[in-house]
């Protein structure tokens, strides 16, 4: 039977293109967010532009400040801090050793993810590494029986990714050894060894904390 494509919605569209220009910092921490400008820049109604701007508020992209426009949300220490922590707890819980049946595909789904984040890096497509980053870490926790578990985690990761991307003079390097320590958890997966994914995933989350916090407070990475 033939697939029937999705229709994407005016409110995806919408989310899609505010969303990226955040990532890409063209929209910087508290600006502004007016739905009539935003409506008319996008032509369409307020409608569809408050869904986008609900789900990007769940995404910890911006801040919902009625009456007044919302505004795009900042990330101090203590935001890092907490992200982190949430990360930490929920992925590692996450990550379950899939049945043999079902590794094999996952892994390779991993590893062709892993190929197109290389190649954004190549191709300095930071917005697109970072769509492939989160996808990766939905990978990790995909066996877990927790839907809502794993709905959480994407939206964690959403925020996370945002303040990644704060480390936009050093993206470069800091993608890198994202792409590295990724590798590192796959061959654990790869052979079997859970345990040792584990420890290797709380290392990346550890690293990705000491990058941001490295910018944040302005030091030297």
Do not use: C
């Amino acid at each position: 039977m033939e697939k029937i494509a999705k229709k994407v919605t005016l409110a995806e569209q919408a989310y899609e293109y505010i969303k990226k220009l955040i990532m890409i910092g063209e929209l910087k921490p508290g600006d502004e967010l007016p739905e009539e400008k935003l409506a008319m820049e996008l032509g369409i109604s307020r409608t569809p532009l408050r869904e986008a701007l609900k789900r990007l508020a769940g995404d910890a992209l911006i801040e919902l400040k009625q009456p007044r426009p919302a505004v795009v949300a900042d990330f101090t220490q203590q935001d890092v801090e907490e992200i982190m922590e949430l990360r930490r707890l929920l992925e590692i819980y996450g990550l379950q050793e899939w049945p043999k049946a079902d590794q094999a595909r996952v892994v390779g789904e991993m590893k062709q993810n892993v190929d197109l984040q290389w190649q954004a890096i190549q191709e300095k497509d930071f917005v697109r590494f970072m769509d492939l980053d989160q996808e990766f870490h939905s990978l990790l926790s995909s066996n877990h029986r927790n839907r809502r578990l794993k709905d959480i985690i994407r939206g964690i990761n959403t925020g996370g990714s945002r303040a990644f991307m704060l480390v936009s003079d050093t993206i470069a390097g800091s993608s890198e050894k994202a792409y590295a320590e990724h590798l590192a958890i796959i061959e654990a997966i790869e052979q079997g060894n859970f345990q040792e994914a584990k420890q290797q995933l709380a290392i990346h989350l550890n690293n990705i904390e000491y990058r941001l916090l490295k910018y944040i407070t302005r030091e030297d990475l």
